[in-house]
């Protein structure tokens, strides 16, 4: 058992700002990954549509061994040094301390034009599809990334949130280790299908981490309530007694405290 020490606060009308960590900052003697730019013009699984993806490759990768494997979504935000997330940071400190394995990182950004909201929020297959058939294997043919699925995980947040967590519900047989910051499940067409799905489906092998804010989207309305409709998926993992870990925080719709949490979500992730 751990104890806390006590801290007096009753939270307010406003959202909150959560303070970064160290393992979200550079760090002396942690080496830096190289991070490699790749073009998407064209898909098969989202016609029209162009994207850019990235791949970060930690130093101490060894084409001799099997590394795992993290996607995160919204890429290009994910991965900024100077932002919110900071994933390659993250990354670095983390792997260096040997506190998760040897991981490459895909950070894919959604299609243009305008394409995020059709790919992100459907309740489909289409887009662990279009990973699995059109970025993954780009990868794989330079890469030594691990079969295993239990060594593969995607995360992302809002509609990227979600998105993650149907990549694999959808595909458990490729990933089973989710990270969905503050998801977007109100805005998913038809309406969130999570409470019901979890509830009358034997359960997954699937690890998930998630987060949520009392100062999200709608938090104190009726209907599309970004609050309401992520403690509903919480309470039907936990009812159908899933390996997964949620955190509430009184942050707002925003990326802060999913950047702050990140070290401690993959930590809990690879534990």
Known sequence: MTTLPFISYLGGPEPVHYAHGPDSQRQVGVPEGELLEFDCNSSEVFPGTTRTFWLYVPQQYSPDEEAALMVFQDGAMYYDPEGEIRAGIVLDNLIHQGQIPVTLAIFVDPGQPGNRNIEYDAYDDNYASFLLNEVVPRVQADYNISSKPDDWGICGGSSGGNCALTAAWTRPDSFRRVISFLGS?????????????????????????????????????????????????????????????????????????????LPDALRWLWR
């Open 185 to 261: 499940f109100a805005q998913m067409p038809g309406g969130n299908p999570y409470p019901a799905a979890i509830r009358s489906t034997e359960p997954k092998p699937l690890r998930i981490f998630m987060q949520a804010a009392t100062r999200d989207l709608n938090w104190n309305a009726p209907t599309m309530n970004w609050f309401s409709e992520n403690l509903q998926v919480a309470a039907a993992l936990a009812e159908r007694d899933y390996d997964f870990r949620f955190v509430l925080g009184d942050g707002g719709h925003n990326p802060n405290h999913c950047g702050v949490l």
